[in-house]
Structures are given as C-alpha cells and as structure tokens.
C-alpha cells in the first residue's frame, strides 16, 4: 500500500524569506501523481502545485516550486518570498495513475513571521 | 460556476443514530472521494468512487457507508457502528485518470463538521 509522509509537524519561516517543507512516499507503482495542498484557516483546500511522476522537470508556480527526487521517493515543496498569506496547513498527496487512489500525508502547519 | 456542494455545514448526531452528508457535483467528475480529518491531523480516505455504481473503501471505512448511484453524487452515511464520529468531512471529485495522464486536479468541497450531541 501505499503511503505519504510528512516528518515536520510545524516549520515556521519569516516574511520574504524561503522555506522547504518535506514529503516522502512510499509505492511500488512508477506512474503516479504527487500534489502539493493547502488548508488555510478556512478549511477549504487549495491546489498549489502537482507534479506528474513521468516528467523530470520540476514544476514550479510562481513562488511555489518542488524539488522531485523520484527514485529517493520524496518531493518536498519550497517556497520562496514567503507572504502573510502563505500561513497555512501543508499536505503532500499522492495519487494513484491506476486506482484513482488519493493519498494525504499528516501535514506541515507552516506559521510566517512578519 | 461549477464546483462541489456539501451540505450541511454544521451536523450533530445523537447516541445511536445514523447521519447523511450530501455531496453533489457539477463539474461532470467520474471520480469522487470522502475524506476525514481529524483536529490538527490529515486527511484520511474513507471511500471512493470512480464511476457510478462502483466504489471502493479506504483505510477507514469502517462505520461508514456510500452509494453512487448517480454520477454527481456521493453522499456519506455515518452509522451509528462510528464510534467516534466527530470530525471534519471533505468531500472531493476529479476527473477518473485511470489509464490516460489527464487533469487528474482534484476539487474539493467546503467540508462539514459532524458533532457528537
């Protein structure tokens, strides 16, 4: 089965400054998806950023960006300029080419210090 | 606007009884997906569907029941065998990926906070 791990429970990072965060997964499939999301206080969940397990290139969204380690399995997130805004809860998720199985890691509460 | 409706927001069940979350979708999705979560804590996969008629559980499913029997739904039964049913439940759909690299992006609903009277 498999399985998404996130070992930070808390990062913190100060306003315009950059923060990674880490995700590891584990899976014997070697086609699938990987997602960055986040929760703010809202509870509502916000696609930041995915990556197809396919491609080597990382993908990048503006201040967003991945650094996709696929034969170590890990895909952590770094955010660069960070923002007020950016405060949040962080999932890693993986999702499953063959099954449509979507799978969370704990996530990374992320607080930004002015 | 297309998007994903759970409904209701706010839900209170009493000792020994079963509750419904509705989940409905407009944006023509065949996959659809319940999670749960916990205060502080991830999203856990209760069921999932990827097509009408058809789903499968996840790692908790237990307590739990789903029907998909029409494609821009999927509502959660919480039975009264969930012992510990208080939660934040989220609803999501995406378009079925399986066997072709499509826009796999999910979307997810507003959620519903179920409570314990």
């Known amino acids: 089965a498999q399985t998404v791990t996130q070992s930070q429970p808390e990062m913190s990072v100060q306003e315009a400054e950059t923060v990674t965060l880490s995700c590891t997964y584990d899976t014997s499939e070697s086609d699938y998806y990987l997602f960055w999301y986040k929760q703010p206080p809202s509870r509502q969940m916000i696609l930041v950023i995915r990556?197809?397990?396919?491609?080597?290139q990382n993908a990048t969204e503006n201040r967003f960006s991945v650094n996709f380690q696929k034969a170590a399995k890990s895909f952590s997130l770094k955010i660069s300029d960070s923002q007020l805004g950016d405060a949040a809860m962080y999932f890693c998720a993986y999702r499953s080419y063959n099954t449509d199985k979507l799978i969370f890691g704990t996530g990374t509460r992320l607080q930004v210090f002015p | 606007d297309g998007g994903i409706t759970q409904s209701p927001k706010y839900l209170f069940r009493k000792e020994g009884q079963n509750v419904t979350l509705s989940c409905e979708q407009n944006?023509?999705?065949?996959?659809m997906y319940w999670y749960r979560q916990d205060p502080g804590q991830g999203l856990r996969l209760i069921y999932y569907?990827?097509?009408?008629?058809?789903?499968q559980k996840g790692d908790i499913a237990e307590g739990y029941s789903v029907s998909r029997e029409k494609k821009e739904s999927f509502p959660l039964t919480v039975t009264s065998a969930q012992k510990n049913p208080t939660a934040f439940y989220l609803c999501?759909?995406?378009?079925?990926?399986?066997?072709?690299?499509?826009?796999?992006?999910?979307?997810f609903g507003s959620g519903t906070q179920l409570s314990v009277l």
């Open positions: 944006l023509n999705h065949d996959a």
């Open positions: 999501a759909s995406s378009i079925a990926g399986t066997g072709s690299f499509t826009d796999e992006k999910l979307f």
């Open positions: 569907s990827q097509i009408v008629n058809d789903f």
């Open positions: 990556q197809e397990a396919y491609k080597q």
